[in-house]
């Protein structure tokens, strides 16, 4: 079903900023940046089961001179920092930088002073995601909640002043309830697949919790 049979005479209309911010979205590439665990978690979303060319970022770009979005995954060090600015410096604007994981949010575990309490201190923070280390699943939701924040960015410098001065901002709306299926085969098809994840897991479907092994009765135990 194409976009053509969506719409009623073949006409589509929009403004300048949400056409500029949708195109925006829906061609970020990642400048990787993984510096410890929380990088495998960040490669996992490249794979066929997650498969993050879904949302057009399946290109992780090695220059950060094509690249918009660096996904800091891991805890930055002192001794990378400047790296980390420099590179940030060389992606061209409009550029969004998520934190993915509890150590380059605020350090994590990692409180001394080798390692930077939180990579808002060396570059401006768009999306932080917790987790040590977080799911490609709570990645890929971090994606979707950035891409509404893009969708609300203005676009000059006078309405980003209005916006600012209405206190308006971007609901965060969990990609669990803003994308749920809505007829009743796709909510069935996608409960299925929930269902096999968490077997597959080892975890309980109903409440999502590593199930342990049941003790067996006692009498089974004495050969009863």
């Keep these: 079903m194409g976009l053509e049979e969506q719409l009623p005479n073949g006409i589509l209309l929009a403004n300048v900023e949400k056409l500029?911010?949708?195109?925006?979205?829906?061609?970020?590439?990642?400048?990787?940046?993984?510096?410890a665990c929380c990088a495998i978690e960040m490669m996992t979303v490249g794979g066929s089961r997650y498969d993050i060319a879904r949302f057009g970022m399946e290109r992780f770009s090695a220059t950060p001179r094509q690249a918009d979005l660096m996904i800091v995954a891991g805890r930055v060090t002192n001794k990378m920092a400047p790296v980390l600015r420099q590179i940030y410096d060389q992606m061209p604007e409009p550029r969004w930088v998520l934190a993915m994981g509890v150590c380059?949010?605020?350090?994590?575990?990692?409180?001394?002073?080798?390692?930077?309490q939180g990579v808002d201190h060396v570059v401006p923070v768009d999306m932080y995601l917790p987790g040590c280390p977080p799911r490609p699943e709570m990645l890929l939701d971090a994606i979707l909640k950035l891409h509404?924040?893009?969708?609300?960015?203005?676009?000059?410098?006078?309405?980003?002043?209005?916006?600012?001065?209405?206190?308006?901002?971007?609901?965060?709306?969990?990609?669990?309830?803003?994308?749920?299926?809505?007829?009743?085969?796709?909510?069935?098809?996608?409960?299925?697949?929930?269902?096999?994840q968490r077997r597959e897991m080892g975890s309980d479907p109903a409440l999502g919790a590593l199930q342990s092994t049941p003790e067996r009765p006692r009498e089974l135990k004495a050969g009863r």
Aim: glycine share 6%.
């Design 148 to 196: 509404a924040k893009i969708m609300d960015e203005p676009i000059n410098a006078k309405r980003a002043r209005l916006k600012l001065e209405s206190g308006e901002r971007t609901p965060m709306i969990p990609s669990s309830q803003r994308y749920a299926p809505r007829n009743r085969m796709q909510r069935h098809r996608a409960e299925k697949q929930q269902a096999a």
């Design 104 to 116: 380059a949010s605020s350090g994590g575990m990692f409180n001394n002073y080798a390692v930077v």
């Design 20 to 35: 500029v911010n949708w195109t925006r979205k829906t061609s970020m590439w990642p400048a990787t940046f993984g510096l």
